[in-house]
């Protein structure tokens, strides 16, 4: 903080449990890596590199040292974990984790179809060795997973060892957990957050009406991902009440 | 220039007092700043540090100094103005921008409510020591100015000693004087514009559909602000007629 | 590729004379372009230098040299070329792509009328000392031309010796080869595709639903153009099938 603004909302420290950012890297190269940290790297938790990108990036070593070094947690994004698991390449997929020295790894069934009890295997093997974050929900604009199924899934890839749930929403932000304009579907955030713990689940949330909605009905700490590298800082701002979409939320006595 | 095209529209140089371009920074680090003045600073009159911003890059210091170095005069966002004044802050609101060595300062009211008089006495008191950009209009979609009021806002604030008035319509350019699609309001455009001098007026124009109307409808001089860093130039294209929308106006025999 | 995945789909080799991919620089900095190579040459084939961007920016010598030394074809935009030829200065166009050691030029027509004769000449003569790249379209949205029109200029542009010909989308990717929405105009397309060697054509595709449709429907090396440079990575990873929407598709026994 460059000037201590009283009666902010309080933030955890790094490394954080809760209230954790999530940015996506479609495929940074070393030297934006390097500006990326140099000023987010405090509001930063986590980075995915998106999708397969992660094959296609020269200097990914360089890359990855630069987010370590930085106290910022990068992993895969799923989609590459199920190009693997889709030509049955599951070693070569741990493989491909332990010659980057990667700590988190993603696991999710968003493109391919993977029988849940075998999701749930992955995610069980995978978390004695890294730590899981796994993917609930579809990419695929209409294919309806019912509320139910959501919830039951978000419980056991916990209870199987995932460390946070992930909900789906693209970087375009329109499936998942929103509908095709990018607005909430109310009713099924309602009904995950009244059967788990919300520190347990982070919602990709890449439009900035989607973050503000978080943040006013969820709270400044809620965990966010999906954001866009140029947006990590803004929004910082909205869980801060430092923008004017929250300013008047967070002050002790707002009119 | 790197080749003497001629017919091309006039520019001020710098420093300008209209031709203006304000850019918004939303939190870009030290080296981004660095790779944006080298490309763009004699394209750019202002950078807007936008909303809270400032509070939270690291290296802020090092940051203005590179904006003042390139000859480009960077300010605090209204919103921070905000946030200090509804806490009760003014003096240390004052102490943050001298720390910084501010020169520049914005006075908004678009989310909290200040009593008109207040906002002129804060201008007035400002004026004394810095230059004083005022902000017009609300970021609230539904709150609705009559474009009496505007007019008689914007000329109270330069006869309190502001430099420049902004007219509203946030990041996004779907506000004040924009329609929610982001169509121009012309009724209220059209009345500022009888009712003051255009060169005192600086238009938040975020989208370049917005950008070309000022262009064609106030001429290539016109002052324009919240521009994203990748589209300063892009906006010098389409005031000196060097991109498609506007090839044809400044012309001096167009067909 | 950091890891050899199997059963990807081939790319041929750079330099390419299909499946480019064209990045639309619309006015970086040196530094700017150092950090995009670094991370994209390998995946970047031509460089348009956005409308009259070229005119503006500092240090043009230096960014030309960055691209040309990782092997990133770099040419001015066709409205470059428009803005001379309104002014009659032909020779002075000529002038200046040789004191900056231009190899490649786009000829265009998106905004100024020329006859048809007249471009054919333009192309005719600048391809005995450049590669041309002549662009079919107009950038006015209710400007309609013909099928049969679109299909015999791109024929007569290749005959009169375009390397490529462009189809026209803007920036914006809502003209031209699409409609206002930014949906494929399927007759159009379908049209060309028959009358024309694809390898000849390349595509404006801005938007990801556009490079999507074209990777689907004309095959992962297909060559597309106006892509943003943060999406020339996420590109490659629709063109390989590495990214959710096309990961079923490219491989050898897709469900």
Redesign the interface.
């Known amino acids: ?3 201590e ?3 902010l909302p309080q933030r955890p420290e790094k490394p954080r449990q809760y209230g954790l950012t999530m940015m996506m890297d ?7 890596a ?3 940290v ?3 790297a ?2 930063t938790d986590l980075v995915k590199l ?11 070593e360089a890359k990855l040292n630069i987010y370590r070094e930085a106290g910022v947690h990068a992993y895969f994004g799923g ?2 974990f ?3 698991i ?2 049955g ?1 599951f070693d ?1 997929f741990r493989r ?1 984790l332990d ?2 020295g990667m700590e988190y790894v993603e696991v999710s069934d ?4 993977i029988p849940h009890e075998d999701k749930l295997k992955y995610i069980e093997e995978l978390s004695k060795e890294y730590i899981v974050v796994s993917e609930v929900g579809s ?1 695929v604009a209409n294919k309806v997973i019912p509320n139910t199924q959501w919830i039951s899934m978000m419980k056991t890839e916990l209870e199987a060892g995932a460390w946070k749930v992930i909900a789906e929403a ?1 970087e ?1 932000g329109t499936t998942g957990i929103y509908n095709k304009d990018g607005s909430a579907n109310l009713q099924l955030i309602e009904d995950i957050r009244t059967h788990l713990d919300a520190s347990n689940i982070l919602w990709e949330a890449p439009q ?1 009406p989607q973050q503000v909605w978080f943040i006013k009905h969820f709270g400044h700490n809620v965990n966010l991902g999906n954001i866009a590298p ?5 929004l ?2 909205l869980r ?6 929250t ?2 939320d967070f ?1 002790p006595d707002a ?1």
Chains 1, 2, 3 share one sequence.
């Open positions: 903080m460059n000037f603004l009283p009666n479609k495929g940074m190269s070393v030297r934006e390097e500006n990326f140099e000023g987010n405090p509001y998106g999708f397969g990108t992660s094959l296609l990036v020269p200097s990914l989609t590459l199920e190009a693997f889709i030509r390449l070569e491909y010659r980057y968003g493109t391919i179809s990419k693209r375009s900035k140029s947006e990590v800082i803004p910082e701002t801060l009440g430092l923008r004017g979409d300013l008047l002050l009119e």
